[in-house]
């Protein structure tokens, strides 16, 4: 009796979420502004692996000229103060905005799904209050004054700005997730899996957690995007990149060159970064709405 309620069980699971998915993928089909900028943040990936692999971009900290020089064939961007060529460091910025939104983006939203389906899995209990009461105290600390005291208690740690992401930027998909988890856990299913025996653990992640995925895809999606414009900020303030350089970087060495005329620098960082930063904010809206399964149909 045992095994066919628990085979009933996985089988609505999975009936549920492969409906989902499948309605969800034709719908996002159809949106051809979502599915452009798709297109154009796999043209950005495809550069920042084409960094990693030594393709291009390897160049961005040689000193080309004696310093300033403006736009040309050999230097689309031309070179900044430094002498260093713009376009090449634009390049590497790619990889650097990759690799910090990546590791964010997917740490922050494993720890928050997780602590957020505990959560709302045992809501109104102690491990509830704990994790609510601590986000809520995260949640009170001003980002940017809490990264400045990590910056400075981790001193020349390189994933400094890393910790300082992931320790506040969990705490919202945690907040989704435990309210969705608090619905969840009231279904046919659950309830039958806990008649049985089931344990809490085994119903957490086998049961509810993946029932969830749709909304923590589209976390990471938000989460992606909101540590690509964090970094840029703090590194704009010193407090970010240590090791190679990133868009945020181009700015503060803009700032010294824009009052001089010379905008190459800030053109090519702020420009790489709006079109990847609006790509993937519309890439993420049509995937919400293709994954929200009150849209789906």
Known sequence: MNEVIQNSTNKQTHTYGESLWSK?????????????????????LGIAVGVCLGFFGSSWDRFVTDGYSGMSRQHIFGTNLNG??????????????????FIVAIVATFLGGILGAVAGFFSGKIPDVLITWFYGVIDSIPFYLFVAALAVALADNP?????????????????????????????????????????????????IIPNTIHILLVQST?????????????????????????????????????????????????????ILVLAF???SDALQDALDPKKVS
């Open 159 to 207: 994933y400094a700005m890393h910790i300082a992401m992931i320790s506040t930027f969990w705490t919202s998909t945690c907040r989704i997730i435990r309210g969705e988890v608090i619905k969840i856990k009231h279904l046919e299913y659950i309830e039958a899996a806990r008649a049985i025996g089931v344990s809490y653990t085994k119903i957490i992640f086998k049961h």
């Open 24 to 44: 969800a993928l034709r719908k996002l089909r159809k949106d051809t502004i979502g599915i452009v900028a798709f297109f154009v943040v796999l043209i950005y």
């Open 281 to 283: 904010n519309t890439f």
């Open 222 to 274: 938000i989460l992606f995007v909101t540590a690509i414009k964090s970094e840029v900020i703090l590194s704009f303030l010193n407090l970010g990149v240590k090791e190679g350089v990133s868009w945020g970087l181009m700015l503060a060495e803009a700032a010294q060159e824009v009052p001089a005329g010379n905008f190459n620098n800030f053109i090519a960082a702020s420009g790489f970064m709006l």
């Open 84 to 101: 260093q060529d713009i376009f090449e460091r634009a390049l590497y910025g790619t990889k650097t905005a990759f690799q910090i939104g």
